[in-house]
């Protein structure tokens, strides 16, 4: 009897610490081994992001002409105007215009003395360069022959603009006549500055828009989403070699027309060009023949059909990941010439060319008129790459972002010549692409972040946590830069929060344990460890039961 109670009490031993070894030492073991490393992410400061507050500040300098005496004591003296908007629930934005006055220098006087306005606004340029994202208005007397009589306002290429004083009183106080200018001088910055719908555009990656926005928002969503770089590709469409031996001289036309425009680029983006001849290439539209004008037409509503034809003998460079925009020259064959495009409203299109947004261009290029019929065959034609560039020029520039401006009644807008891109023109585009990079950057980072907290098997490495805080920290810089009006810095910074953002999204490792749902895991688990985990657990609930029928008996006995 007594061997007996000595091998249920060694059997109760061996369970209880069966059983102990597994619940102290397995399972937390288990556990450890298994579970999945998620590394610390900021999301306190992910969540702010959610709610994005963009400024727009505005630096604009008033300059006069020492001609009241009575201004000529009270200054410096500056303005600050801001205005709020709230674009939806979680987005933002705040203008904000900081107008400084002061009286012209000597040297600056001499300079508004030149004999044209063109003239006097690069004496001024010359004399001192005005800060990226600033705006120098010089108001000139209302007599001044500097610009015609018709016009108030002349924008420059810089960032100067010559303004028409209004007539006002000579007793008038300096704030009595800084009140009269108010009116022409938000004219001004918002011709130089950005307009709602452009702005509502730059943030399209955060705000929802409706087909209406959509609509009034054409011209601003023509333009190619921002990219560290962009490729650029020139091509020559030759469809009847036969008929037409082509000459275009490509590299002086980029070196004359595009690369000005590129290199006052180079902050927003790297660019790389190339170009290529293409024969026996056709649109794949059969023009129809005119014979009202004796010439064959494209009416509108083909030209959507012209691109993925001709698409797919363009080629690709599958070692670049960047934007490509095609521009592409059309020589048409001598049997569908002329060949003309015609708008919705069955007009001529003066250009002749046509582009598609975010695509390129595609300009027809007739060369009938340059040889008779009796002419031997293949003709030699040498293109006019001034008549193909002006095209190609206006058309980049509205691929890159840079919006056609409708300046007020009065005011003259100064070309901006081989540059191809004024100085203020490049300060909108530094804040539009700035914005743009902010709102993407913030969005993929807020997805992201939703979804690793949504999804707790999601491994989060560090070189993932890294990624993260990268972005968080440049999109914040970006922020506080933007509103510190230091533009050149927003971008840098914005850029790299886009890159460390998608870096971060796309990250390889995020889908290891995406697609492994808890069902698989049991399917696993169970036919390992429930032939194991039986034999522990009844005999734990037999020794829990023979311990309770022992505290019985003893209950019994004592009674």
């Known amino acids: 009897m007594a061997a007996l109670q000595l091998e249920k009490q060694r059997v109760r031993n061996a369970v209880l610490a069966i059983a102990a070894v597994v619940i102290v030492v397995g399972i937390p073991l288990w556990w450890k081994t298994t579970e999945t490393y998620r590394a610390w992410l900021p999301y306190s400061e992910i969540s702010e992001l959610d709610s994005l507050q963009v400024t727009h500040i505005i630096m604009c300098g008033l300059l006069s002409r020492n001609t009241n005496p009575r201004t000529q004591k009270k200054v410096p003296l500056s303005h600050v105007n801001v205005k709020e908007h709230q674009i939806d629930a979680k987005t933002g934005l705040r203008y904000k215009y900081e107008t400084r006055y002061r009286t012209a220098t000597i040297m600056e006087e001499d300079a508004l003395n030149q004999p044209t306005a063109a003239e006097a606004d690069l004496s001024l340029h010359m004399l001192s360069e005005n800060s990226c994202g600033s705006v120098v208005v010089y108001v000139i007397p209302e007599s001044s022959a500097l610009m015609p009589e018709d016009v108030k306002a002349y924008v420059g290429q810089r960032r100067t603009v010559l303004l028409r004083s209004p007539p006002f009183r000579s007793s008038w106080s300096l704030k009595e006549v800084l009140s009269n200018l108010d009116v022409e001088v938000e004219q001004v910055v918002s011709t130089m500055s950005f307009g709602h719908q452009d702005i509502v555009a730059a943030l399209s990656?955060?705000?929802?828009?409706?087909?209406?926005?959509?609509?009034?928002?054409?011209?601003?969503?023509?333009?190619?989403?921002?990219?560290?770089?962009?490729?650029?590709?020139?091509?020559?469409?030759?469809?009847?070699?036969?008929?037409?031996?082509?000459?275009?001289?490509?590299?002086?036309?980029?070196?004359?027309?595009?690369?000005?425009?590129?290199?006052?680029?180079?902050?927003?983006?790297?660019?790389?060009?190339?170009?290529?001849?293409?024969?026996?290439?056709?649109?794949?539209?059969?023009?129809?023949?005119?014979?009202?004008?004796?010439?064959?037409?494209?009416?509108?509503?083909?030209?959507?059909?012209?691109?993925?034809?001709?698409?797919?003998?363009?080629?690709?460079?599958?070692?670049?990941?960047?934007?490509?925009?095609?521009?592409?020259?059309?020589?048409?064959?001598?049997?569908?010439?002329?060949?003309?495009?015609?708008?919705?409203?069955?007009?001529?299109?003066?250009?002749?060319?046509?582009?598609?947004?975010?695509?390129?261009?595609?300009?027809?290029?007739?060369?009938?008129?340059?040889?008779?019929?009796?002419?031997?065959?293949?003709?030699?034609?040498?293109?006019?790459?001034?008549?193909?560039?002006?095209?190609?020029?206006?058309?980049?520039?509205?691929?890159?972002?840079?919006?056609?401006?409708?300046?007020?009644?009065?005011?003259?807008?100064?070309?901006?010549?081989?540059?191809?891109?004024?100085?203020?023109?490049?300060?909108?585009?530094?804040?539009?692409?700035?914005?743009?990079?902010?709102?993407?950057?913030?969005?993929?980072?807020?997805?992201?972040?939703?979804?690793?907290?949504?999804?707790?098997?999601?491994?989060?490495?560090d070189n993932v946590a890294q990624q993260v805080s990268s972005a968080v920290t440049s999109l914040q810089s970006a922020v506080a830069e933007l509103e510190a009006g230091n533009l050149a810095f927003a971008l840098h910074y914005s850029r790299e929060a886009v890159l460390a953002s998608e870096r971060a999204f796309f990250d390889p490792s995020l889908l290891h344990l995406l697609y492994f749902p808890d069902d698989q895991k049991f399917a696993i688990y169970i036919p390992l460890f429930l032939p194991m985990c039986v034999p522990i657990v009844l005999s734990l609930l037999k020794t829990v039961s023979e311990a309770k029928q022992r505290l019985a008996d003893k209950q019994a006995k004592s009674d």
């Open 205 to 461: 990656n955060r705000v929802r828009m409706t087909k209406v926005t959509k609509e009034s928002m054409a011209d601003s969503m023509r333009a190619i989403k921002s990219s560290p770089g962009y490729e650029i590709t020139f091509s020559l469409l030759n469809p009847d070699p036969k008929s037409h031996s082509l000459h275009w001289d490509i590299e002086g036309a980029v070196q004359s027309y595009i690369q000005p425009l590129l290199n006052k680029l180079a902050p927003i983006a790297n660019f790389s060009v190339d170009s290529q001849i293409l024969y026996y290439a056709v649109l794949g539209v059969n023009p129809r023949f005119d014979n009202s004008v004796s010439a064959y037409t494209l009416s509108a509503d083909s030209l959507s059909h012209v691109i993925n034809p001709v698409e797919a003998r363009l080629g690709s460079n599958a070692a670049s990941s960047n934007p490509v925009l095609n521009f592409l020259l059309y020589v048409p064959d001598a049997h569908h010439s002329p060949l003309y495009i015609r708008d919705h409203s069955k007009r001529e299109v003066p250009s002749n060319a046509f582009h598609s947004p975010r695509w390129g261009g595609i300009m027809v290029y007739n060369v009938n008129e340059m040889y008779g019929p009796e002419a031997e065959r293949p003709v030699d034609i040498n293109i006019n790459m001034a008549k193909v560039m002006g095209v190609f020029l206006a058309q980049l520039r509205l691929m890159l972002g840079v919006q056609r401006t409708h300046p007020p009644t009065g005011f003259v807008l100064q070309s901006p010549g081989s540059a191809g891109l004024a100085d203020w023109e490049l300060d909108r585009l530094l804040w539009s692409r700035s914005v743009e990079n902010i709102a993407t950057a913030s969005t993929t980072i807020t997805s992201l972040a939703q979804l690793l907290d949504q999804i707790g098997n999601i491994v989060i490495n």
